[in-house]
């Protein structure tokens, strides 16, 4: 079934083609060079770069796939959670396109969405059940999956998402935005040599909730301590506190990740998100997996960020079971996912 996927929850402009699991073209266009000078996403900044782009990037996927607009035979949208003035520039395209041409739409939740970027792999699709990990800027939340439509949450964040720990820790260190690349790549210049220990906030013992804020916090002392003691931070010293955040905010993802496998039985973890790009996150837990015997998924690289391509197959995946909007369908910038 020919899908139009559409995705312009933050900062990428997405649209792609797909048929079932297969991904005919994704076409993304960032608008994180305009964020940069201010450390963050600014909204407007976002939303009217969508508006500029958006039929730009369709035009892109429909050449790609070597399809016309009028082969698609349905419209998926991240409907949310997301910037309402972002969201609403792919749901106006959405529903305009299912207007005109008469197909049926369906509005897709992000967070969800970036789970089934492991099904786009050619290989080693996961299977049903299994525990999901989305680890994104906005979301740190785990799942288990029993199948499309029957999931529950079991734990996320309570206050920071760890890509946004990222974000603020790259902030602080002079690293620039987005942070999450920016500190693992200076991250690989420290020698590992622990010199340096952040708080690990496991939240209790059985908790499967997670809180980003405490290392955030600890990582400011630790370099305003370093600025009242000496002239300039070194490169050194920045690559070392890159090396101990990492090592703090990635070991409770494996952990709380593996923990909610063994609370299942679930012996399956698929990642989602931006910082599932994150090679030390994948290295931590692949030496897990040898020794806990479970089975990982990790969507391709151009499958992290946000795409529009996952956002196409949980949508075909949600039609096939009979799920359905509307052209009521709005943006719902904190659409719930339990
Ligand atoms: O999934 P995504 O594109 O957007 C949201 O839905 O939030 O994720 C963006 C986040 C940013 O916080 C960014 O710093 C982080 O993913 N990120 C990374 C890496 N690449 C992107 N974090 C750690 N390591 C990376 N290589
Ligand atoms: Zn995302």
């Known amino acids: 079934m020919l899908t139009l996927g559409i995705e312009t929850s933050c900062d990428e402009t997405a649209a792609a083609l797909t048929n079932g699991q297969k991904v005919l073209s994704s076409a993304v266009t960032s608008s994180v060079h305009l964020h940069k000078k201010y450390g963050g996403v600014v909204p407007e900044i976002a939303s009217r770069y969508h508006v500029e782009y958006i039929i730009e990037v369709l035009s892109r996927a429909l050449k790609d796939a070597r399809k016309s607009l009028k ?44 789970l089934y970027s492991s099904f786009l792999s050619e290989r080693d699709k996961p299977e049903f059940p299994f525990v999901g990990l989305v680890v994104s800027g906005g979301h740190t939340a785990l799942f288990y999956c029993k199948a499309v439509d ?33 500190i693992e790549k200076t991250a690989l210049r420290s020698k590992g040599i622990n010199r340096i220990k952040f708080p690990k906030s496991y939240l209790g013992k059985d908790s499967l909730d997670f809180s980003f804020s ?23 010293q920045i690559a070392d506190i890159c090396y101990a955040f990492q090592e703090s905010a990635l070991d409770v993802l494996v952990d709380k990740a593996v923990m909610a496998a063994r609370s299942t039985g679930a012996s399956r973890i698929v990642v989602g998100g931006g910082v599932a790009a994150n090679s030390m996150l994948r290295k931590k ?32 995946e949600m039609y096939r079971l009979g799920y359905r909007s509307d052209l009521y369908l709005s943006a719902e910038p904190n659409l719930e996912v339990n």
């Open 285 to 316: 837990f692949f030496d897990r997996a040898e020794y806990s015997s479970l089975h990982l998924h990790f969507p391709e690289l151009k499958y992290c960020l946000d795409n529009a391509a996952m956002v196409g197959v949980l949508g075909e």
């Open 71 to 114: 082969q698609v035979k349905l419209v998926a949208v991240t409907q949310g959670p997301g910037l309402v003035g972002a969201l609403l520039t792919g749901i106006s395209l959405a529903k305009s396109v299912s207007y005109s041409l008469g197909l049926p739409v369906i509005g897709v939740n992000h967070i969800l969405a970036h």
């Open 214 to 236: 405490g290392i955030k916090t600890a990582v400011l002392y630790y370099v305003q301590k370093l600025h009242n003691t000496q002239h300039a931070i070194t490169n050194t």
């Open 150 to 182: 029957d999931f529950r949450v079991l734990g996320q964040t309570q206050d920071d998402a760890v890509g946004e720990a990222y974000d603020k820790v790259a902030k602080l260190l002079g690293l620039g935005y987005p942070g999450g690349p920016a």
